[in-house]
């Protein structure tokens, strides 16, 4: 039966995904940064659930992890980046410490992981890999400006990830959630101290204390789940996984937009070629 190591498991997507998994009688190492939030999940699942402590930016969790999942279960199948937590600040307003933290968490501890896991995965020519966008890689809004960076660089090194090791039978998809129900927009969204009243009617919008829109997304982690279980196990499996209908809206119109600036500045774009 297949392994999967998934970060970040204490709720939302990852918390439903790590369930689902064991549901079908799969092994799942489930991994939070207080391992106490996922141990009612393993005393569910005693023969096939691990539960870890695992915080993605500590180099030497991230090896245990591995080390462990391979001696408890002899492989890591599938590796699910999910751990992560959202930003908000104007990009004047933010503070350094509080964005290599970030970029700390969403995209080196993911690089961590995928390197922890690929010695593995190569030598038995099998495996997937799936990496947790955000439709903000696609379409950022005001005060989310270094959230999307981190997942802007997500996909960016997985597009060079795949073409690197699908040759070697393992599988890339880069996820791009909507807004689903979580606490990714209560408990695990940070944001910066600091607020410029120059900002107040764009960034400042949606800051914490001004967003209502948290307990009202339209996407359901536990149907997010399954669908990402479906998309690793088929044929086909997609380079780019769109979850939610408000993902298929944004990354629609942002290729929309993307196609009409092209041909509009096509003609201009060609003259800095050389001459013919």
């Known amino acids: 039966m297949?392994?999967?190591l998934i970060t970040g498991c204490s709720s939302g997507l990852g918390r439903h995904l790590a369930q689902a998994v064991l549901e079908h009688g799969w092994n799942a190492v489930v991994t939070a940064r207080n391992s106490a939030k996922v141990q009612d999940i393993a005393a569910r699942y005693p023969d096939t659930?691990?539960?870890?402590?695992?915080?993605?930016?500590?180099?030497?969790?991230?090896?245990?992890?591995?080390?462990q999942a391979e001696a408890r279960f002899g492989a890591v199948d599938v590796l699910v980046n999910n751990a992560g937590h959202g930003y908000r600040a104007a990009v004047e307003e933010a503070d350094e410490a509080d964005v290599d933290?970030?970029?700390?968490?969403?995209?080196?501890?993911?690089?961590?992981?995928?390197?922890?896991?690929?010695?593995?995965?190569?030598a038995r020519r099998h495996g997937a890999i799936v990496n947790l966008s955000s439709i903000a890689a696609r379409n950022p809004g005001p005060g989310s400006a270094y959230y999307a960076?981190?997942?802007?660089?997500?996909?960016?090194?997985?597009?060079?990830?795949?073409?690197?090791?699908?040759p070697l039978g393992i599988k890339v998809i880069v996820a791009e959630p909507g807004e689903f129900r979580t606490d990714f927009s209560g408990r695990s969204l940070q944001q910066s101290p600091t607020a410029i009243a120059d900002y107040a009617e764009t960034a400042g919008r949606?800051?914490?204390?001004?967003?209502?829109?948290?307990?009202?997304?339209?996407?359901?982690?536990?149907?997010?789940?399954?669908?990402?279980?479906?998309?690793?196990?088929?044929?086909?499996?997609?380079?780019?996984?769109?979850?939610?209908?408000?993902?298929?809206q944004v990354?629609?119109?942002a290729l929309d937009a993307d196609r009409a600036t092209l041909e509009a500045w096509e003609a201009t774009s060609l003259t800095t070629d050389f001459p013919t």
Not at 101 to 122: D, S
């Open 2 to 4: 297949p392994t999967w």
């Open 49 to 67: 659930a691990l539960a870890l402590a695992l915080d993605v930016t500590d180099r030497a969790q991230v090896a245990e992890a591995v080390r």
């Open 101 to 122: 933290e970030l970029f700390a968490t969403n995209f080196f501890g993911p690089v961590a992981m995928i390197k922890a896991v690929l010695p593995g995965m190569r």
């Open 149 to 166: 960076a981190t997942k802007c660089a997500v996909e960016g090194l997985s597009g060079g990830l795949r073409k690197e090791v699908e």
């Open 206 to 248: 949606r800051r914490i204390e001004n967003d209502t829109t948290d307990g009202h997304q339209r996407g359901d982690p536990a149907r997010g789940a399954q669908v990402i279980i479906k998309a690793v196990e088929a044929s086909d499996s997609p380079h780019l996984l769109l979850l939610g209908s408000d993902a298929i």
């Open 251 to 253: 990354v629609g119109d």
